[in-house]
């Protein structure tokens, strides 16, 4: 038997008569690769438990699912357990799809050469802290850089309390480091551009070749995107890893809590103005200006906040203007329909 402890599994509610707990470690369209006490073995949704109206949430890379085994067959997955915490990418017609969950640190991966931007790193920490998952900057390639120490700077200046780490695959610099986040039990995700070393980095963690590495383009220093499907790897240390090919594509949704602790500096200073509907523009009394001249605030940093929450404010405007549009265009269809059978 294995103890489902070991994959971070905490009961928070019985687990029925005939059924087991599982974790989800592979997503293949609608067959599901789960680890149980009885092992590893494939299961497939239950229709009358996930389809139709208030069914369970579709489960991802990293869910805890109960799961009945069934003999000569796939087993069947009965119900998705509560998350934790998860990283969510809406669609403007679709809803929402989980790309992964119970997660405990997430890796900011940019590399030392020229796919390193502050502004990323701001964005990639708001998308963490919304997850509710903590952040740990990793700068990747330090092999290529002859000194990093301008990088390093310019990531603390917006990373506050997050850890930042550079590393090196080919050297094995700042390994040691790492491994301290990849104690037993516990979830890590990769966040960042094709190119940064996510596949070496989990390639060097496994011990063996687990993930396809692509050669770079000279003319971005990026590579192509080599996962096809969510996945849970096991390290040897016991840590897992979650690869899933949507987080490169995360958009700001509802990201107002993760702008506000990543932009902390920034929300002090707006509640500091003389007008409370200050727009930060010509206004005596206005604490963002005054900030900006005295140079506690940097310009930069200031007009990405404006821009990751404008991103965020027209992301949701703009997901129920589509679905509006969307739900008026089926209707006038099925009007347009029904009025020809009339006429013929």
């Known amino acids: 038997m294995i103890d489902l402890k070991q994959y971070g599994y905490t009961e928070t509610e019985p687990v029925p008569e005939g059924l087991l707990p599982g974790r989800v470690t592979a997503v293949h369209k609608e067959r599901y690769e789960l680890i149980t006490p009885a092992g590893s073995l494939y299961g497939r949704l239950k229709t009358g438990a996930y389809y139709g109206a208030g ?13 009945r085994i069934l003999e000569g067959g796939d087993s069947q997955i009965v119900k998705t357990l509560p998350r934790r915490n998860q990283f969510i990418r ?9 790309l992964a969950a119970n997660i405990d640190y997430v890796f900011i991966m940019t590399s030392l050469n020229r796919d390193f931007n502050v502004n990323r790193i701001e964005r990639y ?9 903590l952040p740990v900057i990793v700068l990747t390639k ?10 390093i700077a310019a990531a603390k200046a917006v990373a506050g309390n997050t850890e930042i780490i550079p590393l090196s695959v080919v050297t094995g610099y700042g390994l040691d480091v790492l491994n301290a986040y990849f104690s037993p039990g516990k979830t890590v995700a990769f ?27 000279e003319d971005d220093g990026r590579g192509r995107h080599t996962t096809t499907h969510r996945q849970l790897f096991v390290l040897p240390s016991g840590a897992m890893v979650i690869d899933t090919p949507g987080m490169r594509s995360l958009g700001m949704w509802n990201a107002e809590d993760g702008v506000s602790e990543t932009f902390a500096d920034v929300k002090a200073l707006l509640g500091g103005c003389r007008f409370a509907d200050c727009r930060h523009e010509a206004e005596p009394g206005c604490a963002i200006r005054a900030a900006i001249k005295s140079g506690v605030l940097d310009p930069a940093r200031w007009d990405n906040y404006k821009n990751l929450q404008r991103e965020a404010l027209y992301a949701v405007d703009r997901t129920a203007l589509l679905r509006e549009k969307w739900a008026r265009n089926k ?11 009339e006429i013929w």
């Open 142 to 151: 330090a092999d290529l850089a002859d000194n990093f120490e301008v990088q």
């Open 191 to 217: 966040l960042g551009m094709s190119g940064v070393g996510k596949s070496s980095l989990l390639n060097a963690l496994m011990g063996q070749e687990v993930m396809a590495v692509n050669e770079i383009r």
């Open 90 to 98: 809406r669609d403007p017609f679709f809803g929402e799809q989980i």
């Open 125 to 133: 920490l708001v998308l963490v802290r919304q997850s509710g998952a």
């Open 331 to 341: 209707s006038i269809a099925k009007w347009s329909k029904q009025r020809k059978k």
């Open 55 to 67: 069914g369970e949430s579709f489960p991802t890379a990293g869910d805890f699912v109960h799961v």
